[in-house]
């Protein structure tokens, strides 16, 4: 899958992905009016707002982008139309030829890992039959509590041929109080991402890793160490735009060969036209407003990574 | 919520949790039978089998115990139909009197991490109604993140009376890894420990914390350091049986006053008419048999705390 993802970067000169993590405050007035209008003031009728919310934005970008990052909680907050909205949201994303990157942040240990492994990118028998609960490509893992809640994920990258990304170093602001601790005069984060690459070499992509990790756009000088340590690891970096990261601070976080690193911003996009420099574009085309937010910060980044 | 859940296991002198975590290979074959002709085999036809298996376990074995613990991910493999069967089985806990534990291990930043919170043990305002996505009294949270992926889970406990046990130092055998990493000659998790005890004085019951701790049974020398350092901290103990910790283990995880500790067990209950012990009740009373293994779980926990 990693294949895959590299290929439309390469194709679309854009190593960037859309978070589609509605708040239901971003969603303009007239789409929940309808979707209430339809299914009253419900979960039903929040979903819905979101998922037609979710469709116009993708229709307007989809062309633009690899990939799609939906943020789990977002939709789990409704229960399960909620749910059902995230996994109608990734089906869409599908069909539009997207990549998608579930952002869910599971991990437990062995048949409990391996459950959540098999409900996102992988498939469940049921009698004689197949299924796959919901259906990403990728899936964002917790690695809190070690081999055994990661290494099931990577069984079913293996077999489906599908991806995760370990959160090693997060984009937050309290990140370190536990991920930054010294562990003989090395950072908690850096044993983790050494893990990491013993966990990507059983599943590689033809130059890199079906395993990949998070290291947040915010601690940049902790990216330029990890890039190091982790030569064939994809970086999925969150905190670019709404979070503070700046395109320059990305730099770092690329290899030689200008891959390495896919920028993830979210509010920024989705909600774009409630920020003043796309204020202009108005509620009514707030589609149109997250598709010029898209070519601002492809040109932002690839600006910066060629400039370097 | 951590008051009545202490009531509960003082009433039934029970200080024991069970896991719902239902395998497809856990299910008798006539349950699974009936609903596959019910439903085809799907999704929904193996989601209809694990609610009909847990609501056979949970009548039989209700008035024994104060709570149960239903581990998400057996049911997200099933995607929508398998939460949906999740959401049911925590309703119908509710309607028997049982506190419901969601064994969920989320945690993020900021905002998502709220919308978690607000999915399970909070409500969410739609319009000028208030839902509930989901409806657990606690929830199980992963600390990796730092405080700002535990507050929001505070805040909520704080506004809605309800609780979470965050995990320290998870039962598993690579939970070393990270977990027991040496931090100027102090383990990680007792720095998670420290922060859980921080975290919890925000949110005090009459004498322990609404904010527990996840502390597994095969550790037992950690657990005695950990009572000692979280004196306040009520700890749920996954470990117990099938797992390999022993009721002689667990007393270390007891305070003085006979409290402080809620043991789970989930294969060893919900399937214990597949062990040898209660081979004689045969698959089709596996609810017996799971009554059965409920109160020997009890006698044994009990016993040991009482013996010492």
Redesign the interface.
């Known amino acids: 899958m990693i294949n895959t993802l590299i290929e439309k970067i390469v194709t679309l000169n854009a190593p960037v992905v859309v978070g589609l993590?509605p708040?239901?405050s971003y969603v303009p007035k007239q789409i929940?009016q309808a979707a209430?209008e339809e299914y009253g003031?419900?979960?039903e009728?929040?979903a819905e707002a979101v998922w037609q919310y979710n469709k116009a934005i993708v229709d307007a970008v989809y062309d633009l982008i690899p990939a799609v990052k939906p943020?789990i909680?977002?939709y789990?907050?409704?229960?399960?139309p909620?749910?059902?909205a995230f996994?109608k949201t990734c089906e869409y994303c599908k069909s539009k030829g997207l990549i998608v990157i579930g952002d869910i942040?599971?991990?437990?240990?062995?048949?409990?890992?391996s459950?959540?492994a098999?409900?996102?990118i992988g498939t469940?028998q049921?009698?004689?039959?197949t299924?796959?609960?919901?259906r990403e490509d990728f899936v964002t893992v917790?690695?809190?509590?070690?081999?055994?809640?990661v290494k099931p994920f990577v069984e079913v990258c293996k077999k489906e041929n599908k991806g995760i990304f370990v959160?090693v170093k997060?984009?937050?602001?309290?990140?370190?109080?536990?991920?930054d601790?010294?562990?003989?005069g090395t950072p908690?984060y850096e044993?983790?991402a050494r893990?990491v690459v013993e966990w990507g070499e059983e599943c590689m992509g033809n130059t890199y890793s079906n395993v990949g990790c998070v290291v947040g756009a915010t601690y940049p000088e902790m990216g330029k160490v990890l890039r190091k340590l982790m030569p064939k690891t994809y970086i999925l970096v969150p905190g670019y735009g709404a979070q503070g990261g700046k395109a320059e601070d990305l730099v770092p976080y690329f290899n030689a060969d200008g891959l390495g690193a896919i920028v993830n911003s979210s509010r920024g996009i989705i909600a774009a036209y409630q920020q003043e420099r796309y204020a202009s574009f108005g509620e009514g085309n707030f589609a149109d407003a997250s598709r010029q937010a898209v070519k601002d910060m492809i040109a932002d980044i690839t600006g910066a990574v060629a400039g370097q």
């Not at 789990?76 to 399960?80: M, R, Y």
């Not at 299924?131 to 919901?134: E, I, L, N, P």
Request: glycine fraction near 16%; charged fraction near 15%; hydrophobic fraction near 35%.
């Open positions: 993590d708040m239901l929940q209430f003031e419900t979960l009728g929040a943020q909680a977002m789990e907050q409704f229960g399960i909620g749910l059902t996994a942040k599971r991990g437990d240990i062995g048949s409990t890992s459950a959540y098999v409900g996102h469940i049921v009698g004689s039959k299924y796959s609960g919901f917790n690695p809190y509590l070690g081999s055994d809640g959160l997060t984009s937050n602001p309290s990140s370190g109080e536990f991920q601790q010294l562990v003989d908690l044993l983790v893990k």
